[in-house]
Structures are given as C-alpha cells and as structure tokens.
C-alpha cells in the first residue's frame, strides 16, 4: 500500500521535470490583432446587459384577475 502511494505520487512529479527539461518555448513573431481589449467591447456588453434588464423586466402584470 505504501509503495503505491509513493508512486502515485512521485509519478506526476517525475513526469513534469521530464516536460520541463525537454520543451522550450518558441519567440512570439507576430501577434493577433483581433483579440484586442477595446473599451468599446465592453461598453457595448455592459448596454447589452443594461437593455435586458429593462425590457424583459417590463411585464409586471398579474397574472390570475
């Protein structure tokens, strides 16, 4: 039982130094542009939000006379 408990735990660990040691990150050469953080994005969102709120909170009529 221990010695299962030992690998279950040193496996993980074992594997990850292996990852680190032989993956290498390459240079970023050119960026996208289209996940820019525009206020506008967000202003339109929070307007979006803002205008639900309103119109789906309209129909304050009972419902049985």
């Not at 690998?7 to 990850?16: H, M, T």
């Not at 339109?44 to 909170?57: E, H, N, Q, R």
Request: charged share 15%; no cysteine.
């Amino acid at each position: 039982m221990a010695a299962a408990a030992a690998s279950l735990i040193a496996g993980p660990i074992a594997a990850q130094e292996t990852a680190s040691t032989t993956r290498q990150s390459a240079p970023v050469s050119g960026e996208s542009e289209l996940g820019g953080d525009s206020p506008l994005i967000y202003l339109i969102g929070i307007a979006v939000v803002a205008a639900s709120i309103v119109f789906l909170s309209e129909d304050d009529d009972p419902v049985s006379p």
